[in-house]
């Protein structure tokens, strides 16, 4: 069966240092990956996908995010943080695209800090 | 805006009620999904509609009813509910079910 686990339930950060929110998935097909990002009182927003292609895919708000098939992940990365980043990400996956197989990891809670 | 819209944005109701979530997307889809997201847990996929047909029905009790009467609105009907059924429900629309998601800002439930 298909999962997707986030690694870490909470990162907190300082302003401007680098972050990464770690996601492994465990599929015995190929799969589409994504993440998403959901602001406090707001729904979920697409913040990048990997469909195929270059592995190392460029999101919205300077997120990126590196598909690495031979350890099943696909962590999230930026540079530099901002306190508007403050938010809860989650990654998802699913099988050929079929978006009413979607499944969601837990979900990180980043927490950007003056 | 986010073309999604979800009406009530709060609801408070008693397990004896009976109430309806709304959902209404402007953006031309023709898939549309309820999500309940609990506290600490992964979204939780409930109901699929493409083209006004229920595609998917992930195993959710009876107590929960959905209605699609055209592309354009969801509803989910909720009746006898238990304190545990208090979440954030969350619609979705895509232009198909092979099709990003796009979601609105969900309705805070909370059973008592």
């Known amino acids: 069966a298909q999962s997707v686990t986030q690694l870490d339930s909470q990162v907190p950060v300082f302003e401007e240092a680098p972050v990464e929110l770690r996601c492994n998935y465990s599929?015995?097909?190929?799969?589409?990956l994504f993440w998403y990002v959901q602001y406090p009182n707001q729904g979920l927003q697409l913040l990048l996908k990997?469909?195929?292609?270059?592995?190392l895919v460029k999101g919205i708000n300077g997120f990126e995010a590196e598909f690495n098939k031979s350890q099943t992940s696909f962590h999230l990365r930026k540079p530099s943080v901002h306190i508007s980043d403050t938010a809860e990400y989650f990654c998802?996956?699913?099988?050929?695209?079929?978006?009413?197989?979607?499944?969601f990891g837990a979900g990180t809670r980043l927490a950007v800090h003056p | 805006e986010t073309g999604v819209t979800q009406t009530p944005r709060h609801l408070v109701m008693g397990m004896t009620n009976k109430k309806s979530l709304k959902c209404e997307q402007h953006?031309?889809?023709?898939?549309m999904y309820w999500y309940k997201q609990s506290a600490k847990k992964p979204l939780e996929l409930m109901f699929v509609?493409?083209?006004?047909?229920?595609?998917e029905n992930n195993s959710v009790p009876s107590r929960f009813s959905p209605e699609c009467p055209n592309s354009s609105h969801l509803f989910l009907h909720l009746h006898t509910l238990q304190p545990e059924d208090s979440a954030l429900y969350l619609c979705?629309?895509?232009?198909?079910?092979?099709?990003?998601?796009?979601f609105g800002n969900g309705t805070r439930l909370t059973v008592t």
């Open positions: 979705a629309s895509s232009q198909d079910v092979n099709s990003p998601l796009h």
């Open positions: 509609y493409s083209l006004e047909e229920r595609v």
């Open positions: 990997y469909l195929s292609g270059s592995t």
């Open positions: 953006l031309g889809h023709n898939a």
């Open positions: 998802a996956a699913s099988p050929s695209g079929g978006y009413n197989k979607l499944i």
């Open positions: 599929s015995s097909v190929s799969v589409y």
